[in-house]
């Protein structure tokens, strides 16, 4: 059996399956954010206990952690000093110089405080070349001193970014050995080990974050570990990464900056997994909650993964799953502008005050309260009826703040409401795929989340996709991914290479020193060397472009010419395909070589039931429910519960479960699968 | 059928316009070969009606964003419908017909959909040399346009998406870098062909009806953000003055006064008191004075407004021929951002005391634009690298000025250390803040930057413009000034020498050059600075404790820092 747990802001959720019989139970537990650990104990218990079955039983837990994220969100990392080369200290902050997007007219807005200040960022005397020359020897001294300077103003971890390291990394190897000398209290990350590309202040911030990082992570993982072991003894314990894989505890204590934003990995994994069950492999997953709305592309039954990304205004370089979050949710708040138009977001009522339907005292209209007064939401059965929602607060709200200043009525302005927060999330979906030359059109859209499914089908309209998945267990899909995930380390080298200099034999040499590297760790986390396998890819460029394009290999034997050729003529096609522009007789660099090391562990089947139901399910209730273009007309409810495989049944209706509510427009049938997804066709 | 536009529908077609304008932007900085492009982004993408109005713009440079309105204007002018083909891109750079500067070369192509010009996509881009006296096109000390340049009217560089061999072949032979400039041309066009393409999956979607009612909406929209903001603000004639170092060809300081009539829902602006055009090339393009004052109003008006032309009609600019701010030709344009940043900063300063809680103290009010050029050893290619930086950034009523952070009409990456010194033979030695630049004040001015480069071989020109080395960035209401800026030629040796702001010299290897860009200006009195704020600064060695008791009039004691959390 399998257990995967995430932890989220409210609930931490677990999925256990059984490998061998496809069952699955789940549930969720309260999260406990003084001691998240005490948390996953206690829904462990709990999930044991409802599948009467004991630890013995787990082959190993893969845990989704939210720790790092909230760490870096409240600032609560650890006190880090950095090293860089002298001249350069203020790399950090200076960054880039260019302001946020949000401050192009704004002169309030800035980027977020460096991580280390700056009487913390201390250089050491030295300096590497453009091509790993070393033009200025490392003066140890001059690390001594600063380390013992760290050491005096309480530092817990040391970050340590020199120029040009991920072309030679002798410096920082010869600072991390002071450091250890020196200070062996402190946690050293140095930069050619963590993200060995070029750019220097997108490589320092990376560093910093692990460094930042690294004490609290261990401490968690290492207080987890405890406890498992007191309640169960011995247990295999691996952590999510944000590229979607998962690794051995062990070396999750000294790779924190992986562990960043995980959540939004798991979530596309079980896309992927659903996406397989239902027979697609091209997918974008929409996560839509109370004041986000996530969006990831599944490509060849893999979510697509990139190879750098930004948290919280930080440049993190590691590989990660491409799920981009904008500002539009159930929370989202309606207003008009001075120029007369609706706007939704990005301002959230969030849990509290909530949407002015939840009766807390918001008074601002909603995205929730929109879908209420159109009568897509039941006031009465809302989170499996915890919670009764008032219509006539959201209508005030609405009339107040949007139908009176706009000249409408309630009910056109809530459904105004609905067309522009759906246009901001078609923004959202187009800027994540047409922006990577996929056309959205030839994707299904699969939907999760509390609010996904209630807008996932005119998203789909709009967008000119024929086909919606709606999962079961969407409450705790995110779990889902734990489940299903590999354990993964990924691997790069640059090596800047012109088109001549690129020959199979360079290549092959540096891939297998990377490989090594990989095998080394695979056998110290004790995984089968029959599960691993080794996939390569390679980012080219047209000579002086300053982005590249990841292109994989598909040999998986020693490199040829004619694989180098493939890999140019792949680069050629994918470059034209995304910007409008290729052309074969130009060269190319080869700019990084990347090795991912898979553990893969075995694929799992869930349990089919039989689709012997043809008929339609019973319906629960009618009511009246505004659509597009028909406006409000009498339409079906049924309840989630009550759908078994085979059933099928036309728009316009709704499908109500106890934390989420799908909404089936006209001129669109839905299905009910064998593993119980809902899913969703144009006529 | 005539299509009423209602603010929902108007808002879905906004949002897919904007997309329309990031994607192109993306494409862009994705594609192109020069740094400037690539690693700076000193570019702007936008979307306009078919009349020519700016609809949506990229996240770009508020200074070329806004700088497209005067050559679309034009462009409309010289071509009829009929003369427009789809496929076809123009391209443009003539500061005397709606252009920036000659380097920043402009892109438009039409989106004609079903036989009818529905809009237009366009690009502006800085380019790293367009030919002239001097590589990359900065030099100080030019002092007619024929010297800084190609200068393009209208031409039609793809006609019906096929590329003009001919006219690539003249830029191709008056170019220093064509592989680069013409790759980065290709790339501008690559971003107008995605625009065009997605322009029209729109019109499909939607119809051209119901595009265009919306679009108008969208720019009346904001126009009565616009005015209902201006409703807010008292009327009245509001003047600021700043100055223009020197010309780099004479030591004469250069004024520039703005003076901002505001009345009822409009404003009028005009440039009475500032010089008459000078001889050097910081004569500054009326585009760009146009992106100047646009931009400035916009950050105190209304900053979230959906930026478009709407937001310009409550405006209007008086700016006198021959004057720093309109000049004639053959004025030299080159180095106009010296005097474009100087506008916004005497906006700034013009408003402060009528709107004190939205404006922000003297900044860096230049951009030290370098351009170093010889042959690459070994292959001996010609190389132009273009090294663009600002300096600090000016505090605010409520915060300090960022750190290491831009403002204003610059907007725009620096190039990281480790891009520049792969692709050039050169090797940069520092860059840092410089300690004690940050004017004092309750909020404290930003810091300046200092950027040391090394060239490592023999025979290589360093043209530049740079500006706010001789006039400090002003403090506000009560807030001192800002540090200066200084070039250094081999600082700390026996030959080092003060470069000029505004020139052009020869280099040899082992030659260093050391940037000194301005810090900015502090907001508030230094007496009421929160004194942990002012110890921080001082552990973090931003500030001394000399400048802590001359400027601020705290004693710092060993101890007050020892205690310090």
């Given amino acids: 059996m399998r257990l995967g747990i995430d932890v989220g802001g409210t609930f931490t959720d677990l999925v256990l399956i059984d490998d061998k019989t496809g069952n699955i139970h789940f549930t969720k537990t309260l999260t406990t954010p003084k001691d998240l650990a005490q948390g996953v104990m206690n829904g462990i218990e709990k999930i044991l206990k409802i599948s009467n079955s004991s630890s013995d039983d787990l082959e190993y837990i893969a845990h989704g952690t939210t720790i790092g994220t909230n760490a870096l969100i409240e600032r609560k990392g650890a006190k880090v000093g950095l090293i860089t080369t002298a001249g350069f200290r203020d790399i950090l902050e200076i960054a880039r110089i260019e302001r946020p997007d949000a401050g192009l007219y704004d002169i309030f807005v800035d980027l977020p405080e460096p991580l280390v200040p700056r009487y913390l960022r201390l250089e050491a005397e030295e300096r590497i070349g453009a091509d790993g020359e070393i033009v200025k020897p490392l003066d140890d001294n001059s690390v001594i001193n600063t380390v013992e300077k760290f050491k005096k103003e309480g530092v817990e971890a040391i970050a340590v970014c020199l120029l040009f390291s991920f072309r030679n990394s002798t410096h920082e190897n010869r600072v991390r050995e002071i450091c250890q000398e020196v200070f062996p209290q402190a946690d050293v990350t140095i930069s050619s080990e963590i993200a060995p590309e070029f750019r220097e202040f997108e490589r320092t911030s990376t560093t910093v974050i692990n460094a930042y990082l690294l004490p609290v992570t261990r401490q968690y993982i290492k207080s987890l570990q405890d406890r498992l072991g007191e309640k169960f003894g011995e247990m295999d314990l691996r952590i999510m990464q944000a590229s979607g894989g998962a690794m051995t505890a062990e070396v999750a204590k000294s790779h924190a900056v992986h562990m960043v934003n995980s959540g939004p990995a798991g979530g596309a994994l079980a896309t992927g997994l659903f996406g397989r069950l239902a027979g697609e492999d091209s997918i974008i997953s929409m996560d839509m909650g109370g004041t986000s709305f996530d969006v990831g592309l599944i490509v060849n039954g893999q979510p697509r993964i990139k190879s750098e990304g930004e948290f919280e205004g930080y440049p993190v370089k590691i590989p990660m799953i491409d799920v981009e979050g904008f500002g539009a949710g159930g929370g989202s708040i309606a207003w008009v502008d001075a120029g007369g138009a609706l706007n939704v977001g990005p301002q959230s009522a969030g849990a509290d005050p909530g949407p002015a339907c939840y009766g807390n005292g918001g008074e601002l209209p909603t995205v929730t309260d929109a879908n209420l007064v159109l009568g897509r939401l039941n006031p009465d059965y809302f ?36 067309r522009v927060v759906n246009a901001n999330m078609v923004r959202g979906i187009s ?38 998945i709606i999962p079961p267990y969407c409450a705790v899909f995110s779990a889902f991914g734990g489940v299903v995930s590999d354990i993964r380390h990924d691997y790069v080298q640059t090596i800047a290479y012109s088109q001549s200099d690129a020959t199979p034999e360079k290549l092959q040499a540096h891939f297998d020193e990377l490989a090594a590297q990989a095998d080394q760790l695979f056998k110290n986390e004790n995984v089968s060397p029959g599960s691993v396998h080794l996939e390569r890819l390679i980012d080219l460029r047209y000579e002086g472009q300053s982005y590249e394009l990841t292109i994989p290999i598909k040999n998986i034997g020693k490199l040829e010419q004619k694989d180098i050729d493939k890999i140019i003529a792949d680069f050629h096609s994918l470059h034209k395909r995304i910007y409008a522009y290729g052309d074969p007789s130009e060269l190319v660099e080869f700019i990084s070589l ?20 043809t008929s339609a399910p019973l319906q629960k209730a009618e009511r009246r429910v505004y659509f597009p273009g028909s406006g409000f007309v009498e339409t079906k409810i049924f309840e989630r519960e009550d759908l078994s495989p085979g059933m099928s049944f036309n728009g316009p209706s709704l499908v109500e479960e106890t934390t989420s509510t799908s909404v089936i427009p006209p001129e669109w049938t839905a299905k009910v699968d064998v593993y119980t997804n809902l899913v969703v066709s144009r006529n | 059928m005539k299509f009423e536009a209602d603010p929902i529908t108007m808002q879905v077609i906004r949002y897919a316009m904007e997309q329309i304008a990031d994607e192109m932007g993306y494409t862009l900085v994705r594609t192109a070969r020069s740094t400037i492009i690539k690693e700076i982004k000193d570019i702007s993408c936008a979307v306009f009606d078919a009349q020519g109005n700016t609809v949506a713009q990229a996240h770009h440079a508020p200074m070329l964003l806004t700088g497209f309105e005067l050559g679309m204007r034009a462009l409309r002018k010289h071509y009829s419908d009929s003369e427009l083909e789809d496929g076809d891109v123009i391209v443009f750079n003539d500061p005397y017909s709606g252009g920036q500067h000659v380097m920043d070369l402009v892109t438009f192509a039409p989106v004609k959909y079903k036989g009818e010009i529905l809009g237009f996509v366009g690009s502006i881009a800085h380019h790293t040399d367009m030919g002239g006296a001097a590589p990359g096109g900065t030099a100080g000390g030019l002092t007619e346009i024929y010297l800084e340049g190609l200068r393009l009217p209208f031409i039609k560089l793809y006609k019906k998406g096929e590329e003009d061999r001919e006219l690539f072949g003249i830029l191709e032979n008056n170019i220093r870098v064509p592989d680069k400039t013409l790759g980065d041309i290709r790339a501008q066009a690559s971003a107008n062909f995605v625009g065009i393409r997605k322009m029209k999956e729109i019109l499909e979607k939607y119809s051209p009806q119901v595009v265009q009612a919306c679009l108008k909406m969208l720019l009346d929209g904001s126009e009565n953000r616009i005015r209902s903001g201006l409703q807010n603000i008292p009327d009245g004639t509001y003047s600021g003055v700043d100055w223009v170092d020197d010309d780099g060809f004479s030591d004469e300081p250069i004024k520039l006064q703005v003076n901002i009539h505001k009345q009822g829902d409009s404003v009028v602006v005009d440039f009475e008191g500032t010089a008459k055009q000078v001889t050097g090339n910081i004569n500054c393009p009326i585009a760009t004075v146009h992106a100047a004052v646009y931009y400035a109003l916009i950050a105190v008006i209304d900053p ?26 053959p004025g030299a344009v080159g180095a106009r951002t010296n005097t474009s940043q100087k506008i916004t900063e005497a906006m700034m300063l013009a408003m402060s005391d009528v709107l004190p809680e939205k404006v922000m103290a003297g900044s860096h009010g230049q951009i030290t634009n370098c351009g170093f050029s010889g042959y690459q050893p070994g292959t001996r290619k010609r190389f132009v690298y273009i090294d663009i930086q600002g300096g600090g950034a000016g505090a605010r009523p409520t915060k300090d000025g960022r750190d290491g952070q831009d403002s204003h009409l610059a907007r725009f990456k620096n190039t990281p250390i480790e891009a520049a010194e792969m692709e050039y033979p050169i090797r940069i030695e520092r860059y840092e803040f410089i300690p004690d630049t940050g004017g004092a004040g309750k909020f404290r001015g930003a810091l300046g930057l200092r950027r040391d480069i090394r060239v490592l071989i023999d025979d290589v020109s360093w043209a530049r413009y740079g500006d706010r080395q001789k006039f400090e960035p002003f403090g506000l209401h009560g807030g001192k000034g800002g540090g200066k800026g200084q070039f250094i030629l081999n600082p700390g040796t026996p030959e080092e020498q003060i470069a000029k702001s505004k020139g052009l010299d020869h280099l040899n290897a082992e030659d260093v050059v050391s940037l000194r860009m301005p810090g900015a200006g502090g907001y508030g009195d230094p007496k009421d600075r929160d004194l942990h704020s002012l110890l921080k600064d001082i552990r973090d060695g931003k500030v001394s404790i000399e400048l802590a008791k001359s400027d601020y009039g705290i004693n710092v004691t060993p101890k007050m820092l020892a205690d310090l959390d």
């Fill in chain 1, 383 to 418: 989170l499996g009826s915890e919670m009764k929602l008032s219509r006539n607060l959201a209508e005030d709200a609405i009339r107040s703040f949007v139908a009176e200043p706009l000249n409408l009525s309630v009910e056109d302005a809530a459904a105004g409401i609905i």
């Fill in chain 2, 304 to 329: 979230h407004v959906p930026p478009n032309s709407g937001c310009y009609r409550p405006f209007t600019i008086q700016a006198e021929p021959g004057t720093i701010v309109n000049p004639i030709m």
């Fill in chain 1, 594 to 613: 990347r090795l991912v090391g898979i553990g893969q562990v075995p694929k799992i089947e869930l349990l089919k039931e039989d689709s012997k139901e």
């Fill in chain 1, 431 to 468: 800027a994540n795929s047409t922006q990577s030359g996929y056309d959205v059109r030839e994707f299904s859209l699969l939907a999760f989340g509390g609010a996904g499914p209630l807008h996932a089908v005119e998203l789909a309209e709009e967008t000119g996709i024929s086909r919606v």
